[in-house]
């Protein structure tokens, strides 16, 4: 989200950069003053918060579950950025330490907020259905997005082939967390205990990698990463909000994700049943696409400015997070609850991640893309969409029963 955002004012081969900021038309005192609540500051997204009291009152007045599904997902979107641009004025207020680590920390907050609430009302299978299509939908749909608007502008676009060839090395390793407690769970299908101690145990290698991947891209290789993921600086762009107001705005939109998540995971199953969707579609697809619709459209945008080490770092920046962050942090948290989730995901589920590393890896070992490398990845996208669209219900379902899954976690 915002931790690929921050420093688009400040890169080399911007037009906005480069012109100085002695001739940057900045915002006058009002705007610098005001225009921190102001939803026009937002883009596009600031007119989708109207959505927020239209889910809120589909909520209090029992509108139909599709009615609230739809205004809940529709205000998550705004409420996603303002985060991301809240978090972006704290890294520039803070420093690049501490900037670099609220990037690192608030990245997918939005979809690890949705996620939470699934995970509290039992829905695993959504769970894990939108960890996949954040993955994929990162490396397939965002980056595919991304290089066919750019590469529509400009023939060939160059990045730091060095740093996407990190990331989507590091998304290989996070593939092989994905496929071992699937394994284990195939081959000792009756040990449904043993699988959560497997899942468990990766997740915390997960999170350990996550922490290297930190130190790395912000401590000892920040000159190897710069401009792709987490390099803030405090010149670096324009820190139009005060630290108060960045905090309060963070906070707030903290506050309402939490809230439409909550009134979006209440309706997910009716809607899915009134549409005739399945879970699982309705996870990988139409969820993951609400907790990333604000990032998608910052990928293209900087795509399109030829500023392709921040699409490309968006892209493989968030798909990493999900997978080695936000994957593991579910996977503690659902031991709050009698019945913990493990990572065991379905066979399609794996084949799918698997698929989008494996791509997404050839087309950034390069450094250079085409237009027509976006729209191989926006294909492979969509066949994927079209197999979970028309998967049977019950099929997508990885593990036990979650009756089976408490009485082998409790004598396991």
């Not at 501490?98 to 907020?113: K, M, P, S, Y």
């Not at 407690?181 to 497997?198: D, I, N, Q, Y």
């Not at 309060?248 to 903290?254: D, E, F, K, N």
Request: hydrophobic share 55%.
């Amino acid at each position: 989200m915002a931790r690929n955002r921050v420093n688009q004012g400040g890169k080399r081969g911007n037009p906005e950069a480069a012109a100085g900021p002695g001739r940057r038309a900045g915002p006058g005192p009002a705007a610098r003053r005001y225009g921190w609540y102001d939803p026009r500051s937002l883009g596009w997204e600031g007119y989708l918060l109207a959505a927020v009291p239209v889910a809120i009152a589909a909520s209090l007045l029992g509108a139909s579950p599709v009615t609230r599904f739809v205004a809940a997902g529709v205000a998550i979107i705004p409420l996603a950025g303002l985060m991301g641009r809240a978090t972006e004025q704290l890294a520039h207020r803070l420093g690049s330490g501490i900037g670099g680590l609220l990037n690192a920390t608030f990245g997918n907050a939005a979809e690890l907020i949705l996620a939470l609430f699934a995970l509290r009302r039992g829905l695993d299978d959504v769970v894990k259905a939108s960890l996949t299509g954040s993955i994929i939908g990162n490396l397939l749909l965002v980056l595919g997005a991304s290089l066919l608007a750019g590469g529509l502008k400009f023939p060939i676009q160059q990045f730091n082939k060095t740093a996407a060839g990190i990331g989507s090395t590091l998304m290989v390793l996070a593939t092989v967390g994905m496929i071992v407690p699937a394994l284990f769970h195939h081959l000792a299908p009756g040990a449904v205990g043993l699988g959560h101690r497997v899942s468990v145990a990766v997740s915390v290698l997960l999170m350990i990698t996550y922490g290297l991947n930190l130190v790395f891209s912000l401590v000892t290789h920040r000159d190897v990463i710069s401009g792709v993921r987490d390099d803030v600086a405090p010149g670096d762009g324009e820190a139009t909000w005060g630290l108060r107001h960045a905090t309060g705005a963070l906070i707030g939109a903290t506050v309402f994700v939490a809230w439409m998540s909550e009134i979006l995971v209440g309706a997910v199953e009716a809607t899915s049943a009134s549409l005739g969707l399945n879970a699982v579609f309705m996870g990988v697809i139409v969820v993951a696409i609400v907790g990333n619709a604000a990032e998608h459209s910052t990928a293209i945008l900087m795509a399109m400015k030829n500023q392709m080490d921040l699409a490309v770092g968006i892209a493989l920046g968030s798909a990493l997070q999900v997978a080695l962050f936000v994957a593991p942090a579910l996977v503690f948290a659902s031991y709050l609850r009698d019945t913990p989730m493990d990572l065991v995901f379905s066979t399609l589920e794996v084949i799918a991640v698997i698929l989008a590393v494996l791509i997404a890896r050839m087309v950034a070992e390069d450094g250079e893309s085409t237009w027509l490398e976006g729209a191989m990845l926006l294909m492979v996208y969509a066949i994927l969409a079209v197999a979970f669209f028309f998967l049977p219900e019950g099929r997508g379902h990885a593990g036990p029963a979650p009756a089976s899954a408490t009485s082998g976690a409790n004598g396991g």
